[in-house]
């Protein structure tokens, strides 16, 4: 079953990568958004899917990605170097700062990994002489003609992608994957039985990090200009478990699925319902709450008819 799950995963980014024959810049661009989100998802699935953790941390990771990756272009590096020195890095960061905020359970570490966002961001708006501070950072483009570039980050994209989903393969079925199920399910008796729990949800922060700093390098050389408020948008360390959970978070194929119907109902909100673009999205989350506690890829239409979610949540409250 893995293994049929991963084929489909293959076969989709096969999918994604076949859009530029149709030689349209838009149906290009959403592809290498949908191939972009979908690695995000899964890199947050390491840490909030298998070992259960609400980590709001994405937006932190990508733009620490996008700001070395650019700074290390800027100084001369070239773009494979510049892309390695930001997984490099980003992998550092998260490493050490998980040792101090996994210590936390919960809301708790909800609310630390968003402050960890806003703490990148003025970090990165307060040395202007290095970063540009608030007025951003132009990011050396890449001397192709405009097709040719569409389709060396779509490709750059999906290789992420299917890279993320082969480690989400091999994790799964590894003694780690096991690990973060167990902690998932109950921490405490996990580190009864001998499981290190702390060591077990770092490598997965880790994890969870490195492949948004590549996302974020890749994408800073691909818009060519950068800013703090881009970079570190809150917002993208919301939508990214949305679309995990959508899904179906903690499974193979839950993040690429719920990435594809976000991006498309994303792209339909913003061209055909401006002004109501947040409202959608937010009616998304609620649904998600209520109806679909354990995402598409585990839905039981019996469970939605009867409202079963929401009546354990009321019960709850």
């Known amino acids: 079953m893995k293994f049929r799950s991963l084929a489909i995963l293959i076969l ?27 690695t995000l998802a899964y890199s947050w699935n390491f840490i909030g899917g298998l070992a259960g953790y609400p980590s709001f941390s994405t937006a932190a990771f990508f733009g620490l990605g996008c700001y070395v990756g650019a700074l290390g272009q800027v100084h001369g590096l070239s773009i494979p170097s510049a892309w390695f020195l930001a997984v490099i890095v980003v992998g ?26 806003e703490l990148c961001r003025l970090l990165i708006t307060s040395i ?4 540009g501070g ?31 989903g082969l480690v989400t393969q091999v994790v799964q079925r ?34 969870s990090a490195i492949f948004c700093g590549a996302v974020g390098a890749a994408y800073a050389s691909w818009t060519g200009y950068i800013d703090p408020n881009e970079a570190f948008n809150s917002l993208m360390s919301i939508k990214v478990p949305v679309m995990a959970l959508l899904g ?10 719920g990435s594809v119907i976000f991006i498309l109902l994303e792209e339909v909100a913003w061209s055909n319902f401006l002004e109501w673009n947040h409202a959608i999205v937010g009616l998304v989350v609620v649904v998600l709450v209520f109806c679909l506690p354990n995402g598409l ?15 354990r949540i009321w019960e709850r409250v």
């Open 92 to 117: 550092a960061f998260s490493a050490a700062i998980g040792g101090i905020l996994l210590r936390l359970r919960g809301h708790y570490f909800a609310v630390g990994s968003i402050a960890i966002v």
């Open 248 to 257: 179906g978070a903690g499974t193979l194929l839950g993040p690429a699925v």
């Open 134 to 164: 608030g007025s951003g950072l132009n990011v050396p483009l890449v001397r192709w003609s405009p097709d040719a570039v569409g389709l060396l980050f779509l490709v750059v994209m999906v290789t992420l992608f299917i890279m993320v």
């Open 297 to 311: 890829l585990r839905l039981n239409f019996s469970n939605i008819l009867t409202l079963k979610p929401a009546r």
């Open 128 to 131: 202007p002489g290095l970063t």
């Open 12 to 38: 989709w980014a096969l999918a994604l990568l076949s859009v530029s024959l149709l030689q349209n810049n838009y149906a290009m661009r959403t592809a290498t958004m949908i191939a972009m989100f979908s």
């Open 174 to 207: 590894s003694r780690l994957g096991f690990g973060l199920r167990c902690i998932n399910q109950n921490e405490d008796a996990a580190e009864m039985v001998g499981i290190n729990t702390t060591a077990y949800k770092i490598v997965a922060y880790v994890l």
